[in-house]
């Protein structure tokens, strides 16, 4: 049965996994870790490129821990980095997409790590090595690119990974074709996506960076005219100004915390900590039903997923507003390393064919 490795670097860890697929029960790792970095350690490197060689060690001995060497793998599996937006699917990892990484992406993130780690490991058995739904597939129809003006158009960022991996399994369970179903998926974590998937494909989402509710550390959208007249207050450089929307908003800016549960705790003492709750609870479900209006009203399902699903008294908050759109199912947390080794174990066995990633010039 094939055997695969899985990487997802992330700031301050790098999560890995051992899966071997087995003809009987559900996909289940064979051996996984997250392996901590020291932050002092860390700081000894000027960029996170810079970090290769030392995750991938780190990665190695995790891998000789386990009882296996790199060349009994059938393949590697590795988080998508911050790509040029693109069709979500399996894509192989080549040299191209190496080069985009080390050299062109925009956004020096941990993820990028990924694929240039497993890539090296491809080169060095001869395997190869694939990434599944980064956070730059980009699905959109074309109204949902409009902003309102020329100059600005609408980008895709989602939580791809595990949105379209939740939406498998309700598709699963409601016995319909993943490529048929019409559902709204909130991914509700520190950034929230709401996305509106049609066909397998998130037609509209909002950027959890720059629109949509606020979450726990994300003032989410804000009022144009105010944040002109904050940006040229001279109280921020622009970098201060993004940190406060993106690092600093949502409940960190409102309660101090970014703890849903300290938050709900807060709330039995402190109505305005309930009504900062019920805020963003009433912002997740108005987004949820603007959803619900791109897929005209037509859907399967309203999927409630990541981490802050898993939080019972939060999930009845949402459900109380929209559950008369449609059957609501909640997926709580995330698993992305066996959503990862699901995309690779579904090229090795043929039932998708994976994408050939080219820089558009």
Known sequence: MPLILVINPGSTSTKVGVFKLTSVGPLEPVSKKTISHDADSLRKYPRLLDQIQMRTEDIERFVEESGFSL????????????????????????????????????????????????????????????????????????????????????????????????????????????????????????????????????????????????????????????????????????????????????????????????????????????????AMVFQIAKEIGGMCAVLQGKIDAIILTGGMAHLIPFVEKIKEYVYNFGLVTVVPGEDELKALAEGTFAVLGGTETAGHFAITR
């Open 71 to 278: 060349d009994q793998f059938d393949a590697y599996a590795a988080r998508g980095g911050i790509l040029p937006p693109m069709t979500g699917g399996t894509y192989e990892v080549n040299a191209e997409m190496v080069h985009y990484l080390k050299e062109l992406s925009p956004v020096d993130h941990a993820s990028n790590l990924a694929a240039v780690i497993a890539y090296g490991f491809a080169e060095k058995t001869g395997k190869k090595a694939y990434i599944t739904d980064p956070v730059s597939t980009d699905e959109f129809e074309a109204p949902a690119r409009y902003s309102g003006i020329p100059e600005i158009e609408r980008k895709s960022f989602i939580h791809a990974l595990n949105m379209k991996a939740v939406s498998r399994i309700v598709s699963k369970e409601i016995g319909k074709p993943y490529d048929q179903c019409r559902f709204v998926v909130a991914h509700l974590g520190g950034g929230i996506s709401v996305g509106a998937l049609k066909n397998g494909r998130f037609i509209d989402v909002n950027n959890a960076n720059d629109e949509g509710p606020f979450s726990p550390e994300r003032t989410g959208e804000l009022p144009v005219g105010d944040v002109v007249k904050q940006a040229y207050s001279g109280d921020y450089t622009a970098k201060s100004l993004k940190n406060a929307y993106t690092k600093r908003g949502g409940l960190v800016a409102y309660l101090n915390t970014n703890d849903l549960r300290a938050a709900f705790e807060m709330a039995k003492r402190d109505s305005q900590a309930a009504e900062v709750i019920e």
